[in-house]
């Protein structure tokens, strides 16, 4: 046992837990309040959020002898990231942990906006038979452009490209080659919105993604797309989506996250052609419990002074 204090705000898996206590005091505050946790933060050496806690510019103001803030799962839009680094402390995160979960949970949503299936479903639990009104489109023989060529949307392309879709990238950070290597045309936005007949977003939030798709981007896209977001709210311009979907541009929309979380009963969540999800993008067993191991050891292996395999600043 050393003596490094840890402090946990949004739980943790048992399988991190354990880990972490094996070597340090653990003190599980899920939960927390943005005030009590500038009390609560002045003693610890590591903080572990998910993406609830919001960890600004007071958290670090207030934290005495901070070294590192471990963020079990892949955003770090929570974390002020430039604070941190004023203050010389260290963020990392466990980037690799959620990848399938989140591939696999958009694929599948696609798959539900194709053929109509939580309507399907709602219909026949009021003991409605909507057999003709449910005709839906196939993805085979059809283009998925997927916009930031990353982990999840390279993993989105791998399973797209399994059912026989066509898929093509936009990734201004990626090598035309890599992301040829990697299993799609390298596109332009312009042409990707031209082309896709499915668009799936797994791009970051940042202040160039926000509102990326506002009314300019529909606009350019193919009349009737259908769209997938599991990456962060912000990135659709919520207003301009509903916006399409009303005039038809848009022929559904299936979304796992929201600009304000939860967003409540929306117009664009009770819209009739969106599938709405609450963020359980990275909900499953597997994906918490691999990142609540990586990131218990990536955090103390910050506190010692090891190297580090996922340091964000
Ligand atoms: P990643 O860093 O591996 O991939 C992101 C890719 O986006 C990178 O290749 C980057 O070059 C590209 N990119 C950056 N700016 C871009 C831009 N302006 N246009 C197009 N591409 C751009 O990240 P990842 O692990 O694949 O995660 C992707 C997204 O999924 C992130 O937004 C992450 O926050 C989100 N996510 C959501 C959930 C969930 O629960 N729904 C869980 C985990 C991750």
Same mark, same amino acid.
């Given at each position: 046992m050393t003596n490094f204090n840890i402090l946990i705000t949004d739980g943790l898996e048992e399988s991190g837990q354990s880990i972490l206590r094996a070597a340090s005091r653990l003190d599980d505050k899920a939960g927390i309040s943005a005030a009590d946790l500038i009390q609560a933060v002045g003693d610890c050496d590591a903080l572990i959020v998910r993406g609830r806690t919001k960890v600004a510019a007071e958290i670090f103001e207030a934290a005495k002898k901070l070294k590192v803030v471990g963020r079990a799962g892949v955003g770090v839009d929570n974390i002020d990231l430039e604070s941190a680094r004023k203050h010389n402390i260290t963020v990392v995160n466990a980037p690799t942990a959620t990848t399938q979960a989140v591939a696999e949970l958009a694929f599948g949503l696609m798959l539900a906006l194709a053929r109509d299936i939580p309507r399907a479903d709602g219909a026949m639990k009021k003991g409605d038979w909507l057999k003709k009104e449910l005709q839906g489109a196939e993805l085979s023989g059809k283009t998925l452009g997927v916009i930031g060529y990353g982990r999840i949307g390279t993993e989105m392309g791998k399973r797209a490209s399994a059912f026989g879709m066509n898929v093509v990238a936009y990734d201004p950070l990626l090598q035309e080659d890599g992301i040829k290597a990697l299993g799609a045309d390298p596109v332009s936005i312009q042409e990707l919105y031209e082309w896709s007949d499915f668009i799936s977003l797994h791009l970051p939030l940042n202040v160039q993604t926000?509102?990326? &798709? /506002?009314p300019m981007a529909f606009s350019q896209m193919k009349d009737g797309v259908r769209i997938v977001c599991a990456a962060r709210g912000g990135i659709i311009d919520e207003s301009a989506l509903l916006a399409a979907l009303n005039s038809g541009k848009v022929a559904g929309a299936a979304l796992d996250v929201f600009a304000a979380e939860p967003p409540g009963a929306t117009d664009l969540v009770k819209h009739p052609k969106v599938i709405a999800t609450?963020? &359980? /993008?990275?909900?499953t067993a597997e994906a918490q419990a691999r990142a609540a191991e990586d990131i218990a050891n990536e955090v103390l292996a910050a506190l010692r002074g090891e190297p580090l395999r996922w340091k964000v600043n």
């Open positions: 926000r509102d990326l &798709i /506002g609450p963020h &359980i /993008g990275a909900q």
